[in-house]
């Protein structure tokens, strides 16, 4: 929409979890090391929590970028599922072709999967995105897969990735076997307001911004910060709605008053202009 105007190469403010768009502040490299600590040191279990929006997915997806070559990753994403099933995609995210849909062969044949992995040490992990969704029972028998290993170290290592009720249903009394198994439940922790400036620039960067052309007033930054509490998806809302109304008004200086205005636009119904055609005005 506003892409040419502000000469950018693509969306700055988009709503996936790109990792070319990760910017490391202090709660998001917080969040990598513990991964990397987890999985690296063959903690067996991790978890980790958030509010909706923060960028658990996002960290989640750059560390697996980063780290590829060692790794070898299930990423399951539906957790409305029995043991079952929930095997049957570990297996076919694992690039395993699965015949026998039993859960003794399911489980016989992740076994051996996981003794080649280890035997070209690789790093085999299951990373269940959404998990504050899984059933008691299907985190119980996640408990007892994590068992499998050799005499010397564990063969699996399982990433719970979820929303804070995570953190909740792992403190229940019938979970603390897992929750014993787990170094620690890490909550993220959103942006400071002293890093909002900086995570807009990064994202304006990575989408091809090479002038300065475009500026944030330190008031419209506190707006931005007010608004969202340092939450990423929602400072992206915002920056989104508010470069549109900039391009159409032709500002390359943000102030706080643009962005409370597109605050409240965001709150209420779609404003007119919206609809209208905003490539016309942008000279697209
Ligand atoms: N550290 C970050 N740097 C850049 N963008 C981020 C960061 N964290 C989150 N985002 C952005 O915020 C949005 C929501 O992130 P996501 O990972 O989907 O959140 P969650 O999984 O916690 O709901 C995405 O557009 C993502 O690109
Ligand atoms: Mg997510």
């Given at each position: 929409m506003y892409e040419s105007y502000y000469q950018?190469?693509?969306?700055?403010?988009?709503?996936?979890?790109?990792?070319?768009?990760l910017y490391r502040s202090q709660g998001h490299r917080e969040a990598l090391a513990y991964v990397a600590y987890g999985l690296f040191g063959k903690k067996g279990f991790l978890a980790l929590t958030g509010e909706v929006g923060i960028g658990k997915t996002t960290v989640i997806r750059a560390f697996v970028h980063a780290f590829h070559p060692c790794l070898e990753v299930a990423f399951v994403l539906?957790?409305?599922?029995?043991f079952e099933e929930m095997l049957y995609l570990i297996l076919q995210d694992f690039g395993i072709d699965v015949k026998n849909t039993s859960k003794v062969m399911m489980l016989t044949t992740l076994n051996s999967f996981l003794i080649q992995k280890f035997a070209d040490q690789q790093n085999a992990v299951i990373i269940i995105d959404e998990?504050?969704?899984?059933a008691p029972d299907v985190l119980e028998e996640l408990r007892l897969l994590s068992n499998l290993e050799t005499d010397r170290q564990k063969l699996l290592q399982i990433v719970l990735v979820g929303q804070p009720e995570l953190g909740q249903m792992l403190a229940k009394r019938s979970l603390r076997q897992l929750r014993q198994r787990i170094p620690g439940v890490l909550e993220m922790r959103p942006l400071q307001a002293r890093e909002i400036n900086e995570y807009i620039r990064f994202r304006l960067r990575t989408a091809g911004?090479?002038?300065?052309?475009l500026e944030f007033t330190p008031e419209a930054q506190r707006a931005i910060y007010d608004y969202s509490a340092g939450i990423p998806r929602l400072i992206n809302q915002v920056c989104d709605r508010v470069l549109i109304r900039g391009c159409l008004e032709k500002k390359t200086r943000i102030s706080g008053d643009m962005v409370e205005a597109g605050v409240m636009e965001l709150q209420g119904p779609a404003p007119r202009w919206l609809s209208g055609d905003v490539r016309e005005a942008s000279g697209e």
């Open positions: 950018l190469d693509e969306p700055p403010f988009g709503s996936t979890p790109d990792p070319r768009f539906n957790t409305n599922v029995n998990a504050q969704n899984l911004m090479r002038n300065g052309r």
